[in-house]
Each structure stands twice: as structure tokens, then as C-alpha cells.
């Protein structure tokens, strides 16, 4: 298999969960989520993104374990990007959180939803056991399709404020995704297509892009658990596909 074929093997399972299909995403683009709905899964979202500092730190821990020096600089870039001082983009995240009149308190203290706790759990757990080259696949597709003017960031972004009226610096989260996102995902990418040359690479970049998918897939799915009450999962585009052994039953 060729590099470029392994990308394209990685699109299409990517697109099997179709970011902007999602119905947290899609139900802002099409308006059918009220106002207080959508903040309700805002402190979701929060609570998700307090954790990008730690398994960031894993894959650039990770990186510099390896003395993969190459891969380091993505890693350390795009670590840069989503850490910046004086705001980082935790920081953002709370900028909406203050405009509706919630303290940073009472969102720590908001309980996780089902799917938001099997996310920040997959995803953790995925980048402190992997490979930083492991953890950057377990990012970049979901990065990609968030970012870039066309992407899901950027068209949240234009109904948060336009349709909903919520202000630009409480909506910066999803102006700050569609910037930075484009260009995380596709170094990432690109660091895939350098790196996963041998057949055991690329069989665990594949299981680690699965795993990023569906557990950023379980975070939205928390989002719209929250503002719902309802244990619901969204099944995506295509039926599960699972290589199981041949077997009888004695």
C-alpha cells in the first residue's frame, strides 16, 4: 500500500462519523437547538477541554521518549498552539462560560455526561499508552474536519453568532478551532503519511485514528445527553465493521 493510499484508507474511515452530520453539530447549523440548550452543552464542552493540557503533555512526553525528533516539532507546534499564554484555549473555552453568567466553580463542578466521561477517558488514556505518533493520529482527522473556513468550527461559529446572538469573544472557542484546526490536522496528517511506512505502523495509526473518532464522537454525543437527558449515541454513517476469527461454537 502506498502512503497516499493509507491517507485515503484513513478519510473514508473518518467519514464513516461525518463531524458536521453529528446532531449537537448539525442541530446549531440548522437552529434546532434552543439558546439555553446550547450553553447547557458548552459546560460539557468545558469539561472535555480542561483536559487538553494533559494528554497533549503525554504525546510531547511521548515524542521526546522516543527521540523522534522529527515528529517532536509537530508535536511541540502544534502543544505551542493550544497552550499560548496569555490565553490558551482553556481559557477561551471559559470566555463563554463567563458571558452566560457561569462561574469557573460551578462549571468544574458540573457532572459529566455518559459520553463525555467515555471521552476524556478514551482519549487521555489513548495518548499517555501510545506512541506520539499513536497520538497525533488519534487527533488529526477530527482536527481536520473541524478546521479551516469551510469546516464544522467555522460554521458553528456563524450561527452562535449570527442566529443565536451570542458575542464573538464567547463563541472564540469555534473562531480559534477553525484557524488553528486546519493546520494542526493537516501537519498531523502529514506527519502520518511520513512516518507509517511499515505495515505495523500503520495497523496502529489506523486503531488510534479509530479510537480518536469515536471517542470525540462520544464527547458530542455527551453534549446533546446533557441538554436532552436522554443515554443516546449517534450511530454515524456506516455499520460497525469488525474483523472477528472464524469460529464454532462447541
Same mark, same amino acid.
Given at each position: 500500500?502506498?502512503?497516499?493510499?493509507?491517507?485515503?484508507?484513513?478519510?473514508?474511515?473518518?467519514?464513516?462519523?461525518?463531524?458536521?452530520?453529528?446532531?449537537?453539530?448539525?442541530?446549531?447549523?440548522?437552529?434546532?437547538?434552543?439558546?439555553?440548550?446550547?450553553?447547557?452543552?458548552?459546560?460539557?464542552?468545558?469539561?472535555?477541554?480542561?483536559?487538553?493540557?494533559?494528554?497533549?503533555?503525554?504525546?510531547?512526553?511521548?515524542?521526546?521518549?522516543?527521540?523522534?525528533?522529527?515528529?517532536?516539532?509537530?508535536?511541540?507546534?502544534?502543544?505551542?498552539?493550544?497552550?499560548? #499564554?496569555?490565553?490558551? =484555549?482553556? @481559557?477561551?473555552?471559559?470566555?463563554? %462560560?463567563? +458571558?452566560?453568567?457561569? /462561574?469557573? &466553580?460551578?462549571? $468544574?463542578?458540573?457532572?459529566?455526561?455518559?459520553?463525555?466521561?467515555?471521552?476524556?477517558?478514551?482519549?487521555?488514556?489513548?495518548?499517555?499508552?501510545?506512541?506520539?505518533?499513536?497520538?497525533?493520529?488519534?487527533?488529526?482527522?477530527?482536527?481536520?474536519?473541524?478546521?479551516?473556513?469551510?469546516?464544522?468550527?467555522?460554521?458553528?461559529?456563524?450561527?452562535?453568532?449570527?442566529?443565536?446572538?451570542?458575542?464573538?469573544?464567547?463563541?472564540?472557542?469555534?473562531?480559534?478551532?477553525?484557524? #488553528?484546526?486546519?493546520? =494542526?490536522? @493537516?501537519?498531523?496528517?502529514?506527519? %502520518?503519511? +511520513?512516518?507509517?511506512? /511499515?505495515? &505495523?505502523?500503520? $495497523?496502529?495509526?489506523?486503531?488510534?485514528?479509530?479510537?480518536?473518532?469515536?471517542?470525540?464522537?462520544?464527547?458530542?454525543?455527551?453534549?446533546?445527553?446533557?441538554?436532552?437527558?436522554?443515554?443516546?449515541?449517534?450511530?454515524?454513517?456506516?455499520?460497525?465493521?469488525?474483523?472477528?476469527?472464524?469460529?464454532?461454537?462447541?
Amino acid at each position: 500500500m502506498s502512503n497516499e493510499s493509507f491517507i485515503e484508507e484513513l478519510w473514508s474511515i473518518a467519514h464513516e462519523l461525518p463531524m458536521v452530520e453529528h446532531p449537537w453539530f448539525k442541530g446549531i447549523i440548522e437552529h434546532r437547538w434552543t439558546r439555553e440548550q446550547i450553553i447547557v452543552g458548552e459546560m460539557q464542552h468545558y469539561l472535555r477541554v480542561r483536559t487538553n493540557p494533559i494528554f497533549f503533555g503525554y504525546i510531547l512526553v511521548n515524542a521526546v521518549n522516543e527521540k523522534n525528533h522529527a515528529l517532536m516539532d509537530v508535536v511541540m507546534e502544534n502543544f505551542m498552539e493550544e497552550m499560548a #499564554q496569555p490565553v490558551s =484555549h482553556v @481559557d477561551v473555552m471559559r470566555q463563554f %462560560l463567563e +458571558e452566560v453568567g457561569i /462561574t469557573r &466553580e460551578q462549571a $468544574d463542578n458540573v457532572e459529566p455526561a455518559p459520553g463525555t466521561m467515555a471521552a476524556i477517558e478514551m482519549i487521555i488514556g489513548g495518548c499517555q499508552r501510545r506512541s506520539a505518533l499513536e497520538g497525533i493520529a488519534l487527533l488529526s482527522f477530527v482536527e481536520a474536519m473541524h478546521g479551516g473556513a469551510q469546516g464544522v468550527a467555522a460554521k458553528v461559529y456563524r450561527e452562535l453568532t449570527g442566529h443565536y446572538q451570542f458575542s464573538p469573544r464567547a463563541a472564540a472557542t469555534y473562531h480559534l478551532h477553525a484557524e #488553528q484546526d486546519e493546520g =494542526h490536522g @493537516d501537519r498531523q496528517i502529514e506527519a %502520518l503519511r +511520513e512516518f507509517a511506512t /511499515t505495515d &505495523e505502523l500503520r $495497523d496502529k495509526v489506523r486503531r488510534a485514528v479509530k479510537l480518536g473518532l469515536n471517542a470525540f464522537n462520544l464527547e458530542w454525543d455527551g453534549h446533546v445527553q446533557a441538554m436532552t437527558g436522554k443515554r443516546e449515541y449517534w450511530g454515524g454513517r456506516a455499520a460497525v465493521k469488525l474483523q472477528t476469527p472464524q469460529f464454532k461454537i462447541k
